[in-house]
């Protein structure tokens, strides 16, 4: 007990000690050592690694997972150093609402089918963003989260502790200045001269013990960039090939949705043509049982009215006075009927619209070949 009464009142002694050293010191009434140049740089480096590694690990995380209830769930999961369950993407939930509506509305119908392409591409899109995740979080996120709770801390105890080494320094400095100043004027003193000096020769050599080991960690902070270097290269890596797989699914649906683009005009669920009935008055039309028809192009600037079965005739349409552009062919498309103009990846070729045509289609002419083209598969030039 009396052990642990003296090692308390020692204790005390040496904080008020230090907090005097310190309070005079920011009252200029003490002097205090100051560190070489090179360490000053070494710590604002530190300094500057730590508050922007922080912010560009929010910030990744922000971008990895947007949703802030999600961020703290996977927060306190690891904090109690439990597995996080795993989550359903976006993508993915998407995927499943487009899937499950396509089966209410039939998966048969031209909506249908649509809805099952699209939800099968979100759904490799969802896919794709949980790897990319998961591989930013170990290749990136880890190490800057390593660093923040390793290396950092223990930079931020060794600075701690020779801070107090260099005020337990500076505090025997003044007591000897003081001795010897006392020591001038009484014979007295000598012993605490002595003291003095050999406390401040104690506290140099732990306070120059702990300047080098502090230097020894700042200086690894170079090491720590180039292990970030490394890292933000994995990270970029990652992020390239998610961007480049999520741009080929899209490719791939924008190809498959072209060639059906053609279906959606006019009630998509008619199977059979429409009878000639779809050119009557609207009059007579209002007396005929209603049958499914597909929307006539007017005759406007020489463009001939549909044929009996509702498709435009290429061969007979006349190109407009103006309005025609240049377009270069994206990719191979082959033609469904001849009413289409097949096309070649990276041709050029004239392109132009009509009064009443589907928004998603245009006349393509190549030399005295004509024809009906998918716009999205088009690069129009102006």
Known sequence: MDFNVKKLASDAGVFFSRAMQFTEEKLGQAEKTELDAHFE?????????KNWTEKILRQTEVLLQPNLSARVEEFLYEKLDRKVPSRVTNGEL???????????????????????????????????????????????LTPLRNFLEGDWRTISKERRTLQNCRLDLDACKARLKKAKAAEAKAALWSDEVEKAEHELRLTQTEFDRQAEVTR???????????????????????????????????????KQLGRFSGTFVGNAESTSPPSAAASAPAGAAASLPAVPTIPVVPTIGGVP????????????????????????????????DSTELALLADEMITVYSLPGMDPDWLIGERGNQKGKVPVTYLELLS
């Open 41 to 49: 740089n070494l710590m604002a480096r530190a300094d500057c690694t």
């Open 216 to 254: 020894l960690l700042l200086e690894g902070i170079s090491s720590t960039h180039v292990n970030h270097l490394r890292c933000l290269h994995e990270f970029v890596e990652s992020q390239t090939n998610y961007y480049a797989q999520c741009y080929q699914y899209m490719l791939d649906l924008q």
């Open 305 to 336: 009215n549909a044929v009996a079965e509702g498709v435009l005739n290429p061969n007979e349409v006349k190109p407009p006075a103006s309005g025609t552009r240049k377009a270069r062919v994206l990719y191979d498309y082959e033609a469904a």
């Open 94 to 140: 998407l995927a499943q609402y487009m899937t499950e509506a396509a089966n209410d509305f039939g998966p048969g119908t031209p909506y249908g089918k649509t809805l099952i392409k699209v939800g099968e591409t979100q759904r490799r899109l969802g896919a794709a963003e949980r790897d990319f995740i998961q591989s930013a979080s170990i290749n990136f």
